[in-house]
């Protein structure tokens, strides 16, 4: 058991200066002056703060790039790295190459990472279509592979496999039966190139046949006017769209000024996710489609754009919070279970200095760092 003392709690709502106790790898009581049972790890948590973990719904746990050559591949996430940057759960994805990479690879990735100690799941799928898969299967891998949430696919980019509306249907479709009948989002990850149909291909999917806008969620959102105009619309429709996190100030900027422009177009804030695209590369080409400039993405940005977004763009911490904790959840379907401080919640905390430095990270209900230092690294971290 672990009980953290006279924090502010922040579910991401301000909850109030509170006590929690964690058993089982649950959240079991919030309220204020709990009783330090027998046995039960006290963490002080005067002057400090309490957070969800933070989801990060877009990892290449696996490594990704390779769009250099073979040197220019990724390597696979660490523990370590996810735990720095407050991530307690992670889904991962495969990118570009769907060749040299599998869904073997990347399920086993997965189950390493749960058994490591943190919440991680995955999606079949990657740029290509036809989808790779284990079972041969869309919908068998959705339905019998406990980790696969969904599936990831490109469009409306040079890399992607240009597929028509049908065919984009027919996925939508079998993602969605699939969803339903293991209990899960059933959701497809769109890898959102800057081509001007953006998203168009979805649109027309949608008008075409009656599968639910939730299927569809888009990511990448922000890298093109066009692009982000559509995804406007898409949220406003029901959709859910995704912002990924640069590594610098400027990004953390472009997020920023990004979500404020979403804001004053009124869509619903509750719609919106920020994801990291961990050890994902990212890519510059020239005008003649030529690879001039790429490097390897850290999964701490979701952590840093909230830091950014509370100290320097002024925005409340509750409101920060939603964007890589409980609109994520929401968004994949593990809402309560994931992404809230609440009694019966995952014991997926983050405990933050009063600057907003990372003092501890505890994944479901084990304390992984305290005071700023890792108490578990992965199995081969030294």
Known sequence: MLLIKGAEVYAPEYLGKLDILVAGGKIERIGEKLPEYEGCEVMD???????PGIIDRHVHVT?????????????????????QGGVTTVIGLLGTDGISRSVENLVAKTKALKEEGISAYCLCGAYGYPSPTITGSVSKDIMFIDEILGLKLAVSDHRAPNISVEELIRLGSDVRTAGMLSGKAGFI?????DDERALEPVFEALKRTSIPVKTFQPTHVGRASKLQED????AKMGGTIDFTCGQSE?????????????????VPMDKITISSDGQGSWSNY????????????????????????VKTAQMPLAEALTYGTINVAK???????KGVVRE??????????????????IANGTVMMKDGVLQKKGTYEK
């Open 344 to 361: 019966g919640s995952d014991g997926d905390l983050l405990l933050l200095n009063a600057d907003l430095s990372m003092n501890a990270v």
């Open 331 to 337: 968004a994949l379907e593990l809402y309560p279970k």
């Open 250 to 266: 400027s990004k953390f900027r472009s997020v920023d000024e990004s979500l404020k422009a979403a804001a004053r177009a009124q």
């Open 286 to 309: 020239d005008a003649d489609g030529r690879l001039v400039e790429m490097g390897v993405s850290d999964v701490d940005t979701i952590y840093r754009q909230i830091v950014y977004e």
């Open 63 to 83: 490594g990704g790039g390779g769009e250099g050559s073979f040197h220019t591949q990724a390597p696979p996430v660490q523990l370590s790295s996810l735990l």
């Open 189 to 193: 990850t769109l890898h959102m190139g």
């Open 231 to 234: 995804a406007f619309k898409l």
């Open 45 to 51: 948590g005067e002057g400090k703060i309490v957070t």
